[in-house]
């Protein structure tokens, strides 16, 4: 079993920029894909970015060139850097574990508990 736990959401005004953290325990993440999602109010759980074992990454449309997703297997934690944050990337944000490489929550059997992240106007 892996536990997943987030941290560094917050109230920001749009522009700002924000680092979440995931830390992993119970087993080493190195060998796992892990991935970050987002819940708005209202919406669907969406994906954002993921990064496999070897080190491949991808990321929605919607955070493309504004997003980054790493992780630092030594410590077990995995982290997204927001940058240029919009109102609309207001959601709750999860961080996500699998076997396998994909961007289906479904694939996901390890999740954190969200971190909140508000973004004014």
């Known amino acids: 079993q892996v536990q997943l736990v987030e941290s560094g959401g917050g109230l920001v005004q749009s522009g700002d920029s924000l680092r979440l953290s995931c830390a992993a325990s119970?087993?080493?993440?190195?060998?796992?894909?892990m991935a970050w999602f987002r819940q708005a109010p209202g919406k669907e759980r969406e994906f954002v970015g993921v990064i496999s074992w070897s080190g491949g990454i991808n990321y929605a449309d919607s955070v493309k060139g504004r997003f980054t997703i790493s992780r630092d297997n030594a410590k077990n934690t995995l982290y997204l850097q927001m940058n240029s944050l919009k109102p609309e990337d207001t959601a709750i944000y999860y961080c996500?574990?699998?076997?396998?490489?994909?961007?289906?929550?479904?694939?996901?059997?390890?999740w954190g508990q969200g971190t909140q992240v508000t973004v004014s106007s």
């Open positions: 996500a574990g699998s076997t396998k490489v994909s961007t289906n929550d479904a694939s996901y059997a390890y």
């Open positions: 119970g087993r080493t993440i190195n060998t796992y894909t």
